[in-house]
């Protein structure tokens, strides 16, 4: 119950084009739902979030889409661009705690 | 400071030695997590400090891993007698808190630790 699960675990695009990365969680107590985003040697940096009464939230070029019904959120990249490779991570948070998915490790060819 | 600081960024150690791993969250921040990333995989919850309460421990692996915080500040983790299987990068984060308001974490580069 506490597990998000992500898929896919890789994720090549062209440049220009859409990444879409999905997470699914069984926990309805769940109330936020940030996207990190993983540079190497780095810490993970948050890239946008939503809370659970929300659909839709689009910051630039990164739109985060949430189906609460079926339990599963996206992440949509539009016009991806070689500076996006990196490894993207969704995550839930209930009471104070973020729950990890696994990772998609994106990479944006030229 | 400005981010999350840790300390050392790298560390080798031999089999069954004591490590420690320091953080310095970002001043101001009450809620503080160490979490643990193996190679190639996600995110693993260790521990969370939140102002004076009782740290959540659910994450520890086991009972030779510990951490504390000190004045609400710099915590440290520390692995007794380390295994191989003890080798990855942990990361602190720290976040600040306000009623139900729920702000993002903010990641420390982590502390890449080899047991060898």
């Known amino acids: 119950q506490q597990q998000v699960k992500q898929s896919p675990q890789s994720l090549i695009v062209q440049k220009g084009g859409i990444s879409i990365i999905n997470c699914a969680y069984e926990?309805?107590?769940?109330?936020?739902f940030p996207w990190y985003q993983q540079f190497p040697g780095k810490g993970p940096a948050l890239l946008i979030a939503i809370r659970p009464d929300v659909s839709e939230k689009k910051e630039g070029r990164f739109t985060i889409s949430f189906n609460k019904s079926a339990k599963q959120f996206s992440l949509h990249i539009m016009d991806s661009q070689p500076g996006d490779s990196a490894t993207y991570f969704c995550?839930?948070?209930?009471?104070?705690?973020?729950?990890f998915g696994q990772g998609t490790e994106l990479s944006v060819k030229p | 400071g400005a981010g999350v600081s840790q300390s050392p960024s790298n560390k080798v150690t031999e089999k069954g030695k004591d490590v420690e791993l320091r953080c310095d969250p970002i001043?101001?921040?009450?809620?503080l997590y160490w979490y643990r990333q193996s190679l190639g995989q996600g995110l693993e919850f260790l521990i969370y400090?939140?102002?004076?309460?009782?740290?959540?421990k659910s994450g520890l692996p086991s009972d030779r891993f510990s951490a504390e915080r000190t004045g609400g500040s710099v915590s440290t983790l520390t692995i007794q007698r380390t295994q191989q299987e003890d080798s990855a990068v942990y990361l602190c984060?720290?976040?600040?808190?306000?009623?139900?308001?729920?702000?993002?974490?903010?990641f420390g580069s982590g502390t890449r630790l080899t047991v060898v």
């Open positions: 995550a839930a948070s209930m009471q104070g705690k973020l729950i």
């Open positions: 001043s101001g921040h009450t809620a």
């Open positions: 926990n309805t107590a769940f109330d936020y």
């Open positions: 984060a720290s976040r600040r808190t306000s009623g139900t308001a729920n702000y993002g974490y903010t």
């Open positions: 400090f939140q102002g004076n309460s009782a740290p959540d």
